[in-house]
């Protein structure tokens, strides 16, 4: 079966029969007899590179193609693709020989020279050689006027300085842009999380939280700067503060409240405020009955009143929002509860149960990337697969939260 990227070549195979049909009929025009063995050369290799293609045999393609499109140095576009195609198929070195092979060439105009070294770039990045990259990058930034090629040299660069965790330079880049392309807010807000931890790491508290403060400046909904902040008043003791940047969360992203819940319940305990701790638990589940809302609660009345009193308020919680999470829970209870009274060991039943949810739950994601699908057992602020950021929540649902 063919593939996507012997699809792709097969295009790029049409295009340089395009090509050469195009240049050969002009030929005939102009000059009927001067090209005709070389056309009918380039004819065949073409040919020679198809039945490759057709064969799924798409080195030997490759070859060919490439051998034909040296001859016709006006095939610039083809080349390009050709390149990117290398790039697709992970052998970017063959695209950094086609791409320098082209920058070689005396008669390129400004444009095309620079889209060739935007493609050079990208193929650097490819093969994880950024300083090369980023050399082209700046080069080009520092020369051209075209506002297209500014904005993707610019956007590459940011991608790489992000790769090299070089967040105060990819934040210098974007901060121009941010004006005209809010979307980029996000991203830049969590560079700014990432200095803020290596500030407070550094020991630079005050530093840390200006980065936080303008974070939420520039993304009044990032979670993790709030998080971040909140944590820092803990540690400064003002623990009130801490509970009200907390209370923010479930405005700035809903599905983020299992996500604060430690924090929380950190800031209360610290305070020694467990009844203000319960109180905001109770009305963290009138908008919204999370399972780790629920178990939370449940382990503050266990631990208080005791397991039947928690197995009362889990019940009727679950009945309401049934979980697998929350059900596990109960389970617990009920076994606690059998010790308690003095039998020998649990039910039979109740251990089957158990086994089964555990089971059920073994292995099962908790979050997932609302960008691109990808799942995880803990949260991660970058998505490790689509490289967005912020786009990993707690799963929702009967099998989640
Ligand atoms: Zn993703």
């Known amino acids: 079966m063919l593939d996507a990227a012997l699809l792709g070549l097969l295009l790029v195979a049409i295009a340089i029969g395009y090509g050469l049909g195009y240049r050969q009929a002009g030929r005939r025009r102009h000059r009927p007899n001067s090209l005709a063995a070389s056309s009918q050369a380039l004819s065949r290799d073409y040919f020679v590179g198809l039945n490759y293609l057709l064969n799924e045999q798409p080195d030997e393609a490759i070859n060919t193609f490439i051998n034909v499109l040296a001859v016709n140095s006006d095939t610039v576009d083809t080349h390009i693709a050709l390149g990117k195609l290398f790039r ?11 791409h320098q092979n082209l920058l070689a060439r005396p008669a390129l105009s400004q444009h095309t020279n620079e889209q060739i070294q935007l493609e050079l770039a990208r193929d650097f990045m490819a093969l994880g050689v950024h300083d090369r990259a980023q050399g082209l990058l700046t080069t080009l930034l520092e020369h051209s006027s075209d506002e297209h090629h500014r904005y993707t040299a610019k956007q590459l660069l940011v991608d790489l300085l992000e790769r090299e965790k070089a967040w105060q330079q990819a934040l ?13 807010r996000r991203p830049a807000a969590h560079w700014l999380c990432e200095l803020a931890l290596e500030k407070i790491n ?11 403060k303008k974070a939420l400046q520039l993304d009044d909904n990032c979670v993790r700067a709030t998080l971040l902040l909140a944590e820092l008043e803990v540690d400064n003791g003002h623990y009130a503060r801490a509970i009200e940047r907390l ?18 319940k950190h800031a209360y305990l610290r305070n020694n405020d467990e009844m203000g701790f319960e109180t905001h638990l109770y009305r963290l589940l009138e908008q919204t009955p999370y399972t780790s809302t629920i178990i939370e609660l449940g382990q503050l009345v266990h631990q208080r009143d005791g397991v039947d009193k928690a197995i009362e308020l889990i019940g009727d919680r679950l009945r309401a929002t049934p979980s697998l999470g929350g059900l596990d829970y109960l389970i ?4 606690e509860s059998q010790r308690l009274s003095g039998k020998p060991s649990p039910d039979t039943r109740l251990l089957l149960l158990k086994h089964h949810t555990n089971a059920l739950l073994l292995n099962r994601p908790s979050h997932r990337c609302q960008h691109c699908g990808f799942t995880s057992d803990a949260l991660q602020w970058q998505c490790p697969s689509c490289r967005y950021w912020g786009t990993i929540k707690p799963i929702i649902g009967v099998e989640g939260e």
Do not use: C, F, W
Request: glycine share 4%; proline share 9%.
């Open 332 to 335: 617990d209870l009920y076994i």
């Open 88 to 98: 697709a198929r992970g052998e970017a070195d063959k695209a950094v020989s086609i």
């Open 172 to 184: 210098d880049v974007i901060q121009p842009l941010l004006k005209q392309h809010p979307k980029m």
């Open 247 to 264: 209370d923010n969360i479930p405005r700035q992203e809903i599905t983020h409240v299992p996500t604060m819940l430690p924090a929380l």
């Open 202 to 212: 550094e020991g630079s508290r005050a530093l840390a939280k200006k980065h936080l």
